[in-house]
């Protein structure tokens, strides 16, 4: 069963920043330690290992911006070794049920490059749509809105 843990022990850190993308992918997410170099930095962002029950399998970070009644998918990855096993579907339906049980939200956003049609194809399967903007990085504005 797919959940989310916080990070709560160096334990659970150690794993999470030894988590590797596929050759070719690493272009397309940061690493996880960079991720929660930021989390440390932006208190709006909130970085999640993902599990299939007693193993980490991958990573994600939100950022809450209740001012604007939003939340971002700022990174979401899956471990090579567990790539290509459903566990990114699974994995990205409790991100978004976790998000709509904060009532606060009415938008989700993320971003991808353009070329990564498998991160592409699968937010696009959950309702999020391309908004026309590339930001500075040259990554594709999604959103998806939950109202």
Same mark, same amino acid.
């Given at each position: 069963m797919?959940?989310?843990?916080?990070? =709560?022990?160096?334990?659970?850190?150690?794993?999470?920043?030894?988590?590797?993308?596929?050759?070719?992918?690493?272009?397309?997410?940061?690493?996880?330690?960079?991720?929660?170099?930021?989390?440390?930095?932006y208190?709006?962002?909130?970085?999640?290992?993902i599990?299939?029950?007693?193993?980490m399998?991958?990573? =994600?970070?939100?950022?809450y911006?209740?001012?604007? %009644?939003?939340?971002?998918?700022?990174? /979401?990855?899956?471990?090579?070794?567990?790539?290509?096993?459903?566990?990114? %579907?699974?994995?990205?339906?409790?991100?978004?049920?976790?998000?709509? @049980?904060?009532?606060? /939200?009415? =938008?989700?956003h993320? @971003?991808?490059m353009?070329?990564?049609?498998?991160?592409?194809?699968?937010?696009?399967? /959950?309702? /999020?749509?391309?908004?026309?903007?590339?930001?500075?990085?040259?990554?594709?504005?999604m959103?998806?809105?939950?109202?």
């Open positions: 797919i959940k989310l843990m916080e990070i =709560v022990n160096d334990e659970i850190f150690d794993e999470c920043v030894c988590l590797e993308m596929n050759d070719g992918q690493e272009q397309y997410c940061a690493r996880n330690v960079y991720s929660l170099a930021q989390a440390w930095l208190p709006d962002a909130r970085p999640f290992c599990y299939n029950d007693d193993t399998v991958g990573f =994600v970070m939100l950022e911006d209740e001012a604007e %009644k939003e939340c971002g998918i700022w990174r /979401f990855m899956i471990d090579k070794k567990y790539q290509n096993m459903g566990y990114g %579907k699974e994995a990205m339906k409790i991100v978004l049920e976790y998000i709509k @049980s904060n009532p606060i /939200f009415e =938008v989700i993320l @971003s991808t353009p070329d990564n049609y498998i991160a592409v194809k699968l937010y696009k399967s /959950f309702g /999020f749509l391309p908004t026309g903007e590339i930001d500075d990085d040259g990554e594709i504005t959103i998806l809105e939950l109202n």
